[in-house]
């Protein structure tokens, strides 16, 4: 079994923390699905947050969303001049037999305009 990074962001309408509880739990879950995964396979999961949202830690709404026994670390994400704002990414580290190509990376809401390159399935 290999170990295979998956990211992932979405975007929210305001720093409100129920958008950042709802829609980090969407992420992950997406994650999760589209990937074929359980939480056991899941070895880390950082997230991020642009520096305009700071209601809740995304790691606690990760946490509320099933990975309760999952190494989590919130960070806040570098200040790029003109950089898409309310994002929050992902990196969840995993244990899968998916080949690297196959790993399917997940960008929800308007995050999805920052992987144009990927097919969203």
């Known amino acids: 079994m290999a170990v295979r990074a998956i990211r992932g962001a979405t975007q929210i309408d305001a ?70 704002p309310r994002v929050i990414r992902l990196m969840a580290h995993v244990e899968t037999d998916l080949p690297r190509s196959a790993v399917k990376h997940v960008y929800l809401r308007g995050a999805a305009a920052l992987r144009t390159d990927l097919k969203q399935r």
């Not at 070895?43 to 991020?48: A, E, H």
Request: aromatic share 2%.
């Open 15 to 84: 720093d409100d923390r129920d958008q950042v509880l709802g829609a980090t739990a969407e992420l992950v879950r997406e994650v999760l699905t589209r990937n074929g995964l359980t939480s056991d396979e899941v070895i880390s999961v950082i997230l991020t947050a642009t520096p305009d949202v700071v209601s809740e830690f995304p790691a606690y709404a990760a946490r509320r969303a099933g990975l309760d026994d999952v190494p989590l670390l919130s960070a806040t994400e570098i200040a790029v001049p003109g950089a898409m």
